[in-house]
Protein backbone atom coordinates (compact mmCIF):
# COMPACT_ATOMS: atom_id res chain seq x y z
CA UNK A 1 0.00 0.00 0.00
CA UNK A 2 2.46 2.41 1.10
CA UNK A 3 4.89 1.36 -1.97
CA UNK A 4 1.97 2.17 -4.48
CA UNK A 5 1.19 4.96 -2.71
CA UNK A 6 5.19 6.17 -3.51
CA UNK A 7 4.75 5.01 -6.96
CA UNK A 8 1.56 7.15 -7.58
CA UNK A 9 3.68 9.85 -6.01
CA UNK A 10 6.49 8.97 -9.03
CA UNK A 11 4.21 8.99 -11.40
CA UNK A 12 2.73 12.81 -10.71
CA UNK A 13 6.68 13.78 -10.24
CA UNK A 14 7.19 12.76 -13.65
CA UNK A 15 4.38 14.14 -15.13
CA UNK A 16 5.37 17.10 -13.12
CA UNK A 17 8.65 16.93 -14.93
CA UNK A 18 6.94 17.21 -18.22
CA UNK A 19 4.20 19.89 -16.86
CA UNK A 20 7.30 22.07 -16.01
CA UNK A 21 8.27 22.19 -20.10
CA UNK A 22 5.15 23.37 -20.58
CA UNK A 23 4.29 26.03 -17.74
CA UNK A 24 7.77 27.68 -18.13
CA UNK A 25 7.47 30.02 -20.52
CA UNK A 26 10.53 31.51 -19.77
CA UNK A 27 12.41 28.59 -21.29
CA UNK A 28 10.61 27.92 -24.55
CA UNK A 29 12.43 24.73 -25.31
CA UNK A 30 14.36 25.11 -28.70
CA UNK A 31 14.67 22.54 -31.22
CA UNK A 32 17.95 19.95 -29.95
CA UNK A 33 16.14 20.17 -26.72
CA UNK A 34 12.78 19.03 -28.12
CA UNK A 35 14.39 15.87 -29.61
CA UNK A 36 16.75 15.45 -26.64
CA UNK A 37 13.13 15.54 -24.42
CA UNK A 38 11.09 13.40 -27.45
CA UNK A 39 14.28 11.09 -27.44
CA UNK A 40 14.84 10.45 -23.38
CA UNK A 41 10.75 10.24 -22.71
CA UNK A 42 10.97 6.97 -25.12
CA UNK A 43 14.13 5.83 -23.31
CA UNK A 44 12.51 6.39 -19.30
CA UNK A 45 9.43 4.17 -21.12
CA UNK A 46 11.80 1.41 -22.88
CA UNK A 47 13.26 1.01 -19.78
CA UNK A 48 10.50 0.26 -17.75
CA UNK A 49 9.18 -1.68 -20.33
CA UNK A 50 12.01 -3.64 -20.46
CA UNK A 51 11.80 -4.16 -16.80
CA UNK A 52 7.87 -5.06 -16.90
CA UNK A 53 8.46 -7.91 -19.63
CA UNK A 54 10.91 -9.36 -17.76
CA UNK A 55 9.29 -9.72 -14.18
CA UNK A 56 5.65 -9.23 -14.67
CA UNK A 57 4.07 -12.78 -15.22
CA UNK A 58 0.08 -11.18 -16.09
CA UNK A 59 0.08 -12.00 -20.05
CA UNK A 60 -1.86 -8.77 -20.60
CA UNK A 61 0.80 -6.71 -18.72
CA UNK A 62 3.74 -8.53 -20.04
CA UNK A 63 2.17 -8.27 -23.88
CA UNK A 64 1.41 -4.46 -23.33
CA UNK A 65 5.56 -3.91 -21.85
CA UNK A 66 6.40 -5.24 -25.16
CA UNK A 67 4.63 -3.43 -27.00
CA UNK A 68 5.96 -0.03 -25.09
CA UNK A 69 9.35 -1.59 -25.95
CA UNK A 70 8.93 -2.00 -29.80
CA UNK A 71 6.96 1.17 -30.47
CA UNK A 72 9.19 3.39 -28.47
CA UNK A 73 12.37 1.81 -29.66
CA UNK A 74 10.79 2.59 -33.11
CA UNK A 75 9.78 6.27 -32.78
CA UNK A 76 13.16 6.04 -30.74
CA UNK A 77 15.55 5.04 -34.15
CA UNK A 78 13.53 7.61 -35.93
CA UNK A 79 13.62 10.40 -33.97
CA UNK A 80 16.96 9.28 -34.27
CA UNK A 81 18.05 9.53 -38.03
CA UNK A 82 15.78 12.49 -38.49
CA UNK A 83 18.15 14.51 -35.99
CA UNK A 84 21.19 12.73 -37.64
CA UNK A 85 19.33 13.87 -41.03
CA UNK A 86 19.18 17.92 -39.72
CA UNK A 87 22.31 18.08 -38.31
CA UNK A 88 20.80 18.59 -34.62
CA UNK A 89 22.09 17.39 -32.01
CA UNK A 90 19.73 16.70 -29.52
CA UNK A 91 20.99 19.07 -26.65
CA UNK A 92 20.15 18.18 -22.66
CA UNK A 93 17.89 20.50 -20.64
CA UNK A 94 16.53 20.96 -17.31
CA UNK A 95 12.88 19.07 -18.51
CA UNK A 96 14.75 16.18 -20.05
CA UNK A 97 17.52 15.57 -17.08
CA UNK A 98 14.18 15.55 -14.56
CA UNK A 99 12.47 13.17 -16.63
CA UNK A 100 15.82 11.09 -16.86
CA UNK A 101 16.19 10.99 -12.82
CA UNK A 102 12.71 10.59 -12.38
CA UNK A 103 12.49 7.77 -14.51
CA UNK A 104 15.55 6.29 -12.88
CA UNK A 105 13.81 6.50 -9.49
CA UNK A 106 10.72 4.62 -11.26
CA UNK A 107 12.30 2.02 -11.89
CA UNK A 108 14.26 1.57 -8.56
CA UNK A 109 10.90 1.61 -6.84
CA UNK A 110 9.21 -0.82 -9.59
CA UNK A 111 12.47 -2.90 -9.11
CA UNK A 112 11.27 -3.48 -5.43
CA UNK A 113 7.98 -4.71 -5.78
CA UNK A 114 6.97 -7.81 -7.16
CA UNK A 115 3.51 -10.13 -8.21
CA UNK A 116 0.33 -8.38 -8.56
CA UNK A 117 2.02 -5.23 -6.86
CA UNK A 118 4.28 -4.84 -9.41
CA UNK A 119 1.77 -5.26 -11.90
CA UNK A 120 -0.54 -2.46 -10.62
CA UNK A 121 2.28 0.04 -10.18
CA UNK A 122 3.76 -0.33 -13.35
CA UNK A 123 0.51 -0.03 -15.26
CA UNK A 124 -0.50 2.96 -13.34
CA UNK A 125 2.44 4.98 -14.15
CA UNK A 126 2.49 4.30 -17.51
CA UNK A 127 -1.61 5.52 -17.38
CA UNK A 128 -0.35 8.72 -15.84
CA UNK A 129 3.30 8.88 -17.94
CA UNK A 130 1.52 8.89 -21.19
CA UNK A 131 -1.29 11.37 -20.27
CA UNK A 132 1.85 13.84 -19.04
CA UNK A 133 3.90 13.05 -22.45
CA UNK A 134 0.47 13.51 -24.84
CA UNK A 135 -0.10 16.98 -22.77
CA UNK A 136 3.24 17.72 -23.15
CA UNK A 137 3.64 16.87 -26.89
CA UNK A 138 0.92 18.86 -27.76
CA UNK A 139 0.83 21.93 -25.25
CA UNK A 140 4.47 22.71 -25.34
CA UNK A 141 7.05 20.70 -27.60
CA UNK A 142 4.84 20.95 -31.03
CA UNK A 143 4.23 24.60 -30.63
CA UNK A 144 7.77 25.42 -29.88
CA UNK A 145 9.34 23.46 -32.64
CA UNK A 146 10.01 25.41 -35.53
CA UNK A 147 11.68 23.05 -37.96
CA UNK A 148 8.69 21.39 -40.04
CA UNK A 149 10.00 18.06 -40.16
CA UNK A 150 10.53 17.35 -36.23
CA UNK A 151 7.02 19.00 -35.30
CA UNK A 152 5.67 16.12 -38.10
CA UNK A 153 7.30 13.35 -36.63
CA UNK A 154 6.20 14.42 -32.95
CA UNK A 155 2.53 14.92 -34.53
CA UNK A 156 2.54 11.24 -35.87
CA UNK A 157 3.75 10.22 -32.45
CA UNK A 158 0.57 11.69 -31.23
CA UNK A 159 -2.05 9.05 -32.38
CA UNK A 160 0.63 6.28 -30.98
CA UNK A 161 0.57 7.70 -27.57
CA UNK A 162 -3.29 7.66 -27.23
CA UNK A 163 -3.20 4.34 -28.59
CA UNK A 164 -0.72 3.48 -25.74
CA UNK A 165 -2.43 5.20 -22.83
CA UNK A 166 -5.92 3.54 -24.15
CA UNK A 167 -4.32 0.41 -23.98
CA UNK A 168 -2.78 1.12 -20.70
CA UNK A 169 -6.40 2.13 -19.00
CA UNK A 170 -7.60 -0.99 -20.57
CA UNK A 171 -5.12 -3.26 -18.60
CA UNK A 172 -5.55 -0.73 -15.26
CA UNK A 173 -9.13 -1.33 -15.49
CA UNK A 174 -8.64 -5.01 -15.73
CA UNK A 175 -6.29 -5.03 -12.56
CA UNK A 176 -9.06 -3.21 -10.50
CA UNK B 1 8.26 -26.17 -25.52
CA UNK B 2 4.78 -27.82 -25.29
CA UNK B 3 3.38 -24.26 -25.87
CA UNK B 4 5.73 -24.36 -28.92
CA UNK B 5 4.20 -27.64 -30.13
CA UNK B 6 0.56 -26.37 -29.90
CA UNK B 7 1.86 -23.07 -31.73
CA UNK B 8 2.76 -25.36 -34.67
CA UNK B 9 -0.25 -27.52 -34.77
CA UNK B 10 -2.23 -24.42 -35.76
CA UNK B 11 0.13 -23.84 -38.75
CA UNK B 12 -1.41 -25.41 -41.48
CA UNK B 13 2.00 -26.15 -43.63
CA UNK B 14 3.31 -27.67 -40.10
CA UNK B 15 0.64 -30.07 -40.29
CA UNK B 16 0.73 -30.49 -44.07
CA UNK B 17 4.33 -31.71 -43.61
CA UNK B 18 3.69 -33.50 -40.73
CA UNK B 19 1.05 -36.05 -42.16
CA UNK B 20 2.28 -35.67 -45.59
CA UNK B 21 4.72 -39.29 -45.53
CA UNK B 22 1.69 -41.38 -44.70
CA UNK B 23 -0.16 -41.34 -48.14
CA UNK B 24 3.29 -42.25 -49.81
CA UNK B 25 5.04 -44.06 -47.30
CA UNK B 26 2.34 -45.55 -45.42
CA UNK B 27 1.09 -47.16 -48.66
CA UNK B 28 4.79 -48.70 -49.51
CA UNK B 29 4.37 -50.77 -45.84
CA UNK B 30 0.56 -51.30 -46.88
CA UNK B 31 1.15 -52.79 -50.58
CA UNK B 32 4.09 -54.70 -49.29
CA UNK B 33 2.12 -56.37 -47.20
CA UNK B 34 -0.73 -57.04 -49.26
CA UNK B 35 1.63 -58.22 -51.73
CA UNK B 36 3.35 -61.22 -49.15
CA UNK B 37 -0.72 -61.23 -48.06
CA UNK B 38 -1.38 -62.54 -51.73
CA UNK B 39 1.71 -64.91 -52.04
CA UNK B 40 0.80 -66.80 -48.98
CA UNK B 41 -3.20 -66.46 -49.48
CA UNK B 42 -3.91 -65.35 -45.86
CA UNK B 43 -7.32 -63.33 -45.25
CA UNK B 44 -5.94 -62.38 -42.00
CA UNK B 45 -2.83 -60.75 -43.48
CA UNK B 46 -4.86 -59.42 -46.37
CA UNK B 47 -7.34 -57.54 -44.14
CA UNK B 48 -3.85 -55.81 -41.77
CA UNK B 49 -2.63 -55.09 -44.63
CA UNK B 50 -5.77 -53.42 -46.27
CA UNK B 51 -6.41 -51.53 -43.02
CA UNK B 52 -3.18 -49.73 -43.93
CA UNK B 53 -3.83 -49.10 -46.99
CA UNK B 54 -7.33 -47.74 -46.49
CA UNK B 55 -5.60 -45.50 -43.48
CA UNK B 56 -3.12 -44.08 -46.27
CA UNK B 57 -5.18 -43.52 -49.08
CA UNK B 58 -7.87 -41.72 -46.41
CA UNK B 59 -4.95 -39.93 -44.87
CA UNK B 60 -4.60 -38.05 -48.25
CA UNK B 61 -7.80 -36.10 -47.60
CA UNK B 62 -6.07 -34.08 -44.34
CA UNK B 63 -3.17 -33.95 -46.36
CA UNK B 64 -5.12 -31.95 -48.96
CA UNK B 65 -7.01 -29.88 -47.02
CA UNK B 66 -3.81 -28.32 -44.70
CA UNK B 67 -2.08 -27.85 -48.05
CA UNK B 68 -4.92 -25.79 -49.24
CA UNK B 69 -4.89 -23.56 -46.36
CA UNK B 70 -1.51 -23.15 -46.18
CA UNK B 71 -1.19 -22.12 -50.03
CA UNK B 72 -1.49 -18.37 -49.51
CA UNK B 73 1.48 -18.43 -46.43
CA UNK B 74 3.96 -20.44 -48.46
CA UNK B 75 3.42 -18.64 -51.57
CA UNK B 76 3.98 -15.52 -49.50
CA UNK B 77 6.96 -16.93 -47.83
CA UNK B 78 8.72 -18.37 -51.07
CA UNK B 79 11.38 -17.32 -53.48
CA UNK B 80 10.42 -16.83 -57.26
CA UNK B 81 11.15 -20.81 -58.23
CA UNK B 82 9.49 -21.93 -55.04
CA UNK B 83 6.69 -20.36 -56.31
CA UNK B 84 6.52 -21.77 -59.09
CA UNK B 85 6.90 -25.16 -57.63
CA UNK B 86 4.23 -25.04 -55.04
CA UNK B 87 1.93 -23.92 -58.12
CA UNK B 88 2.77 -26.83 -60.06
CA UNK B 89 2.61 -28.80 -56.95
CA UNK B 90 -0.79 -27.59 -55.99
CA UNK B 91 -1.78 -28.24 -59.49
CA UNK B 92 -0.66 -31.97 -59.38
CA UNK B 93 -2.76 -32.30 -56.85
CA UNK B 94 -5.74 -31.08 -57.55
CA UNK B 95 -5.57 -33.38 -60.68
CA UNK B 96 -4.50 -36.91 -58.99
CA UNK B 97 -5.82 -36.85 -55.28
CA UNK B 98 -8.97 -38.53 -56.17
CA UNK B 99 -6.98 -41.36 -57.27
CA UNK B 100 -6.33 -41.79 -53.11
CA UNK B 101 -9.65 -41.46 -52.32
CA UNK B 102 -10.66 -44.39 -54.88
CA UNK B 103 -8.00 -46.27 -53.19
CA UNK B 104 -9.30 -46.07 -49.92
CA UNK B 105 -12.84 -46.82 -51.06
CA UNK B 106 -11.36 -49.45 -53.33
CA UNK B 107 -9.69 -51.28 -50.09
CA UNK B 108 -12.63 -50.08 -48.14
CA UNK B 109 -14.71 -52.51 -50.38
CA UNK B 110 -12.07 -55.00 -50.63
CA UNK B 111 -12.45 -55.37 -46.59
CA UNK B 112 -16.30 -56.09 -46.64
CA UNK B 113 -17.31 -57.52 -49.46
CA UNK B 114 -15.49 -60.97 -48.84
CA UNK B 115 -17.40 -61.22 -45.35
CA UNK B 116 -20.50 -62.10 -47.34
CA UNK B 117 -17.97 -63.33 -50.67
CA UNK B 118 -15.12 -64.77 -49.61
CA UNK B 119 -13.89 -65.38 -53.14
CA UNK B 120 -14.08 -62.14 -54.09
CA UNK B 121 -10.46 -61.13 -51.80
CA UNK B 122 -8.29 -61.83 -54.54
CA UNK B 123 -9.18 -59.94 -56.98
CA UNK B 124 -10.38 -57.31 -54.95
CA UNK B 125 -7.04 -57.74 -53.41
CA UNK B 126 -5.39 -57.64 -56.58
CA UNK B 127 -6.80 -54.69 -57.51
CA UNK B 128 -6.03 -52.83 -54.32
CA UNK B 129 -2.41 -53.64 -55.20
CA UNK B 130 -2.47 -52.66 -58.68
CA UNK B 131 -4.47 -49.09 -57.97
CA UNK B 132 -2.17 -48.53 -54.75
CA UNK B 133 0.84 -48.95 -56.97
CA UNK B 134 -0.24 -45.97 -59.38
CA UNK B 135 -1.33 -44.15 -56.13
CA UNK B 136 2.25 -44.38 -55.28
CA UNK B 137 3.48 -42.92 -59.00
CA UNK B 138 1.01 -40.40 -57.99
CA UNK B 139 1.92 -39.25 -54.77
CA UNK B 140 5.59 -39.32 -55.55
CA UNK B 141 4.91 -37.03 -58.81
CA UNK B 142 2.85 -34.76 -56.77
CA UNK B 143 5.91 -34.75 -53.58
CA UNK B 144 8.23 -34.23 -55.93
CA UNK B 145 7.48 -30.94 -56.39
CA UNK B 146 6.30 -29.80 -53.10
CA UNK B 147 9.96 -30.69 -51.78
CA UNK B 148 11.54 -28.22 -54.24
CA UNK B 149 9.20 -25.51 -52.62
CA UNK B 150 11.27 -24.28 -49.97
CA UNK B 151 14.30 -27.21 -50.72
CA UNK B 152 16.61 -25.10 -53.00
CA UNK B 153 19.05 -27.24 -52.67
CA UNK B 154 17.10 -29.92 -54.24
CA UNK B 155 16.07 -28.11 -57.40
CA UNK B 156 18.52 -29.69 -60.04
CA UNK B 157 16.43 -28.60 -62.45
CA UNK B 158 14.68 -25.29 -63.78
CA UNK B 159 10.70 -24.35 -62.72
CA UNK B 160 8.08 -25.86 -64.17
CA UNK B 161 6.90 -22.57 -64.92
CA UNK B 162 7.43 -19.15 -63.85
CA UNK B 163 4.00 -17.73 -61.92
CA UNK B 164 2.91 -14.24 -64.03
CA UNK B 165 2.72 -12.44 -60.73
CA UNK B 166 5.24 -13.45 -58.36
CA UNK B 167 4.54 -12.53 -54.58
CA UNK B 168 7.33 -10.35 -52.90
CA UNK B 169 8.85 -13.07 -50.50
CA UNK B 170 8.73 -11.70 -46.96
CA UNK B 171 11.91 -13.22 -45.68
CA UNK B 172 13.73 -11.06 -48.56
CA UNK B 173 14.93 -7.02 -48.62
CA UNK B 174 12.19 -6.78 -51.01
CA UNK B 175 10.21 -5.70 -47.70
CA UNK B 176 12.09 -2.61 -48.56
CA UNK B 177 12.59 1.24 -46.81
CA UNK B 178 9.22 2.66 -48.08
CA UNK B 179 9.77 0.61 -51.96
CA UNK B 180 7.92 -1.39 -53.61
CA UNK B 181 9.65 -4.38 -55.38
CA UNK B 182 6.75 -6.94 -56.18
CA UNK B 183 4.25 -5.38 -58.53
CA UNK B 184 1.36 -4.96 -56.76
CA UNK B 185 -1.87 -3.83 -58.04
CA UNK B 186 -2.55 -1.95 -55.44
CA UNK B 187 -1.13 -0.12 -52.39
CA UNK B 188 -2.52 0.24 -48.07
CA UNK B 189 -0.48 2.85 -47.08
CA UNK B 190 -0.17 2.89 -42.98
CA UNK B 191 -0.43 5.69 -41.18
CA UNK B 192 -1.35 7.27 -38.08
CA UNK B 193 -2.27 3.46 -36.38
CA UNK B 194 -5.24 3.30 -39.95
CA UNK B 195 -4.72 1.37 -42.59
CA UNK B 196 -5.83 3.39 -45.79
CA UNK B 197 -7.59 2.59 -47.54
CA UNK B 198 -9.49 0.80 -44.55
CA UNK B 199 -11.26 -1.30 -47.37
CA UNK B 200 -9.60 -2.40 -50.72
CA UNK B 201 -10.47 -4.63 -53.50
CA UNK B 202 -8.58 -6.56 -56.42
CA UNK B 203 -9.21 -9.09 -58.46
CA UNK B 204 -8.38 -12.44 -57.42
CA UNK B 205 -4.86 -13.75 -58.38
CA UNK B 206 -3.67 -9.93 -57.83
CA UNK B 207 -1.06 -8.42 -54.86
CA UNK B 208 -1.59 -5.78 -52.06
CA UNK B 209 1.51 -4.19 -51.02
CA UNK B 210 1.25 -2.52 -47.61
CA UNK B 211 3.67 0.23 -47.02
CA UNK B 212 4.14 1.44 -43.25
CA UNK B 213 4.54 4.52 -43.39
CA UNK B 214 3.91 5.08 -39.60
CA UNK B 215 6.26 5.29 -36.69
CA UNK B 216 5.93 1.93 -35.15
CA UNK B 217 6.15 -1.48 -36.33
CA UNK B 218 2.65 -3.01 -37.62
CA UNK B 219 1.34 -6.46 -38.61
CA UNK B 220 -1.22 -7.43 -41.53
CA UNK B 221 -3.14 -10.61 -39.87
CA UNK B 222 -6.53 -11.88 -41.23
CA UNK B 223 -9.06 -12.28 -38.76
CA UNK B 224 -10.07 -15.78 -39.77
CA UNK B 225 -7.20 -18.09 -38.15
CA UNK B 226 -4.73 -19.37 -40.77
CA UNK B 227 -5.05 -16.81 -44.53
CA UNK B 228 -2.16 -14.43 -43.72
CA UNK B 229 0.06 -13.00 -41.27
CA UNK B 230 2.72 -10.78 -42.47
CA UNK B 231 4.67 -10.78 -39.32
CA UNK B 232 5.91 -7.47 -38.12
CA UNK B 233 6.54 -4.73 -40.85
CA UNK B 234 8.99 -2.35 -39.74
CA UNK B 235 8.54 1.51 -39.40
CA UNK B 236 9.44 2.14 -43.42
CA UNK B 237 9.36 -1.52 -44.54
CA UNK B 238 6.24 -2.84 -46.48
CA UNK B 239 5.00 -6.24 -47.27
CA UNK B 240 2.70 -7.87 -50.29
CA UNK B 241 0.53 -10.74 -50.48
CA UNK B 242 -1.25 -12.31 -53.59
CA UNK B 243 -4.60 -13.20 -53.03
CA UNK B 244 -5.43 -16.28 -54.69
CA UNK B 245 -9.43 -16.74 -53.44
CA UNK B 246 -12.23 -15.37 -54.10
CA UNK B 247 -13.74 -13.66 -50.11
CA UNK B 248 -14.10 -11.06 -48.31
CA UNK B 249 -11.06 -10.87 -45.73
CA UNK B 250 -11.16 -8.70 -42.21
CA UNK B 251 -7.55 -8.04 -40.82
CA UNK B 252 -5.98 -6.09 -37.96
CA UNK B 253 -2.98 -5.26 -36.31
CA UNK B 254 -1.72 -7.73 -34.07
CA UNK B 255 -0.11 -4.71 -31.88
CA UNK B 256 -2.55 -2.29 -32.10
CA UNK B 257 -6.01 -4.41 -32.29
CA UNK B 258 -7.76 -0.92 -32.67
CA UNK B 259 -6.12 -1.04 -36.45
CA UNK B 260 -8.69 -2.86 -38.54
CA UNK B 261 -8.91 -3.16 -42.23
CA UNK B 262 -10.75 -5.26 -45.05
CA UNK B 263 -9.40 -7.04 -48.23
CA UNK B 264 -12.24 -8.11 -51.10
CA UNK B 265 -10.99 -9.85 -53.06
CA UNK B 266 -13.59 -10.42 -56.14
Known amino acids: MIKSFILTLTAMSLAGGLAQAQTSAAAAPTD ?17 GKLAAEKSSNPKVKSFAQLMVRDHTSVNKKATALAKKLNLTPEESDTSRSLKSDGD ?30 KAVNDTLIPNTKNAQLKSLLESAGPIFA ?13 H | MIGTILRDLQQPEYIHVLINPLPVYGLVG ?18 AALVIVFISGAAAWPVYHYGEQAYDRVLSMADNDGQAWLAEHKERAEK ?20 KWPRASLPLAIAVLLVGVICLGSGGYIS ?30 AVSPGGSVAPAAAQVTIRDLKYSPETIEIKKGQTIEWANDDLTPHTVTSEAA ?19 QAGTFPYSCTFHSEMKGTVVVR
Open chain 1, 163 to 175: SHLNHAKEIQASL
Open chain 2, 96 to 115: LIWLFYALAILSAIGLIVPI
Open chain 1, 32 to 48: PQIAMIAVTADSVDIDA
Open chain 2, 30 to 47: GLIGLFIAICQRSRRATI
Open chain 1, 105 to 134: KNLEKLRGLSGAEFDKAYVDNEVAYHEAVI
Open chain 2, 144 to 173: YAGGRVRHREFRNESPPKALANPVTAETTP
Open chain 2, 226 to 244: NKFDSGSIDAGASWSHTFS
